[in-house]
């Protein structure tokens, strides 16, 4: 399989990034011998300022029709976080000289979205069953995000707690269902979104929840 990477970005990071795909690409933990590889995967690799509204991920929409993948990276995931221990309290600063040493782990992340999606054809997934209500949509990518990480195990970018605790505040999601899909019981793009939407209706349809 050969991997293109277009560089659609002046930063002085981005050749060591795109080397990065590729390794990780290469070396991917989901890739395996139980389904067959495209000959050639284009991957468009964007960097943008911290300013940008623009999150850190992957798009892969276009991939069906165009062979062309989409990596974004929001430069405050790109350096190094330090914190600075100052008089009012900690304060997250970052220095901009070094490469977040976890980037790796947020590359195979990002990169297991794509092969769940638009490799593996036992994950099921279909465009038609992706949530058009943006609650249920983040409640999905939080589960998802929890089979992936379960997965990549030591190579994973947060731990099981990491993201019951962020499901928990910002989507209102119980843990024991990250734990569920960090332990692969949600291994299809069909049972992920159906308890999506489970879960929405539970935490947000019942009245003074």
Same mark, same amino acid.
């Given at each position: 399989m050969e991997i293109e990477i277009v560089n659609n970005s002046s930063h002085r ?62 430069? @405050? ?20 000289? !070094? ?30 069953l992706r949530p058009k209500e943006d609650r249920i949509k983040w ?24 993201? !019951? ?12 269902? @990250? ?12 049972? @992920?979104?159906?308890?999506? !939407? ?12």
């Amino acid at each position: 399989m050969e991997i293109e990477i277009v560089n659609n970005s002046s930063h002085r990071f981005v050749d060591g990034i795109a080397n990065k795909i590729s390794k990780c690409f290469n070396t991917h933990p989901f890739i395996n011998n139980t389904f067959a590889l495209p000959e050639r995967i284009k991957i468009v690799l964007s960097i943008v300022s911290i300013e940008d509204c623009r999150k850190t991920g992957i798009d892969h929409s276009s991939y069906l029709k165009t062979g062309i993948v989409e990596i974004i990276f929001n430069e @405050i995931n790109l350096y190094l976080e330090e914190d600075l221990h100052l008089p009012a309290g900690n304060v997250k600063s970052f220095n901009n000289n !070094q490469v977040n040493p976890d980037m790796d782990k947020i590359i195979y992340h990002e990169l297991g979205h794509f092969i769940d999606a638009r490799l593996n054809p036992a994950f099921g997934y279909d465009d038609n069953l992706r949530p058009k209500e943006d609650r249920i949509k983040w409640i999905h990518y939080d589960i998802w995000n929890g089979y992936i990480d379960g997965r990549l195990g030591l190579i994973a970018p947060s731990s099981l707690e990491e993201r !019951q605790k962020d499901a928990e505040k910002m989507n209102r999601i119980e843990p024991c269902y @990250i734990t569920r899909a960090w332990n692969g019981e949600f291994a299809t793009y069909e049972s @992920i979104t159906k308890t999506a !939407q489970e879960i929405n209706a539970s935490k947000w349809m019942v009245p003074g929840i």
